[in-house]
């Protein structure tokens, strides 16, 4: 089964960028459908950005739109989430996950379609 390993993550001030990396274990990671979560302290897990296997769609949650920019690189086995204008709000513990669909269009929003998920890398913006 495939290993999600999260990076990138730190912290930064408001108004900051970062770049998270979801590595994957198995090649071709383009067997894969990915999708970026979150989960902030006190709160539910939730959705931020997905990626089809084919590299041909994206989705993103309708309060990430403008600021995150999820990519992969299968050269490099690796999925990135770009996020800018950091506000203290994006402070979480940010998580990659697979689902292995290959050949697909399809992006998954709901965090039960995942088999796979990775450790986490944690975000923390100050003000």
């Known amino acids: 089964q495939v290993q999600l390993v999260e990076s990138g993550g730190g912290l930064v001030q408001a108004g900051g960028s970062l770049r998270l990396s979801c590595a994957a274990s198995e090649r071709p990671f383009s067997n894969y459908a990915v999708g970026w979560f979150r989960r902030a302290p006190g709160k539910d897990r939730e959705f931020v950005a997905a990626?089809?296997?084919?590299?041909?769609?994206?989705a993103y949650a309708e309060s990430m739109k403008g600021r995150f920019t999820i990519a992969r690189d299968n050269g490099k086995n690796t999925v990135y989430l770009q996020i800018n204008s950091l506000s203290p709000e994006d402070t979480a513990a940010y998580y990659c996950?697979?689902?292995?669909?290959?050949?697909?269009?399809?992006?998954?929003?709901?965090?039960?379609?995942?088999?796979?998920w990775g450790q986490g890398t944690q975000v923390t913006v100050s003000s």
């Open positions: 990626i089809s296997s084919s590299d041909r769609n994206t």
């Open positions: 996950a697979a689902k292995r669909r290959s050949y697909s269009d399809n992006v998954y929003q709901d965090s039960r379609s995942y088999n796979y």
